[in-house]
């Protein structure tokens, strides 16, 4: 055999550049799968906060407060679910200003509790002395709650607490007896209502169809009376003076003279009534 004088052969480049490509090629292809698989595993989520949902089982609104913070108002016979509160140990308040009443609980919230508050009106006990020779209607707050016997004391259980308007109306007559107290809560007060005033103890009479308002200033300062945004009445300690409305509910603001404060009192007339209120101080 002949000796084989052909030159090498060259190396093959195209095979070669081949392999590079497809490296390549399933490198890229991993990267990709890496990063769809990175970016369907979702990051997780925070835990919930809290909740509170307070439920409000009496006639009055309360406002409410967490961690110094107004969190909302629990209306008359309502729920309210309060969002967003830290986790921990807290102090929830329940406050109404307006009755002067303030109740709290402690609570221990963890991440996505769903915790509940019940609350109600503190009660109180109302003892009604009753020196008019009838019976009385009790009236709170525009609710009526029961009779005071005649010439007698009646004590009426789980009245509502705070600040309260109180009116007595006899069965007799239009004359009803109106004040405002301060009824304390798991406690006993006395309340005493007089003979209904008339024209012979220093009563005007209002006018056919119309009510009227008797109003004395018991406080010791000089006061006005303004309703419906006009002044009715200035009256110095011990003073009496009558406003003339007709029939319905009426607001009595009460400003102090020399001083920037007022006060707001409810007022409701019948027809030929003539109601006894009087202003005892701020």
Partial sequence: ?????????????????????????????????????????????????????????????????????????????????????????????????????????????????????????????????????????????????????????TVFDGVPAGQRTLVARSADGPAALQTDLYLLPGEETAWTVTPAVGAAGGAPTPPRGMGLVWARNGGNVPIRVVVGGTLRAEMKPGERASIVLPPGTWELVVQLEGISAETHHMVTLLPNQVADWSWGGP
């Fill in 1 to 153: 055999m002949l000796p084989d004088d052909s030159p090498p052969a060259a190396p093959n480049r195209d095979s070669a550049a081949t392999g590079r490509a497809r490296r390549a090629l399933a490198a890229l292809v991993v990267a990709v799968l890496a990063a769809s698989c990175a970016s369907s595993q979702k990051p997780a989520r925070p835990p919930e906060k809290p909740t509170l949902t307070v439920i409000n089982a009496s006639d009055d609104s309360w406002e409410i407060l967490a961690v110094g913070a107004v969190r909302g108002t629990a209306q008359p016979r309502s729920e309210l679910v309060v969002r967003g509160l830290p986790t921990g140990d807290l102090v929830i308040v329940a406050r109404n200003q307006r009755l002067r009443l303030r109740q709290e609980t402690e609570v221990t919230l963890k991440p996505g509790d769903q915790g509940r508050w019940a609350i109600a009106t503190p009660a109180a006990q109302l003892r009604v002395v009753n020196q008019r020779p009838s019976g009385a209607e009790i009236v709170i707050d525009g609710r009526p709650f029961g009779w005071a016997r005649p010439l007698a004391e």
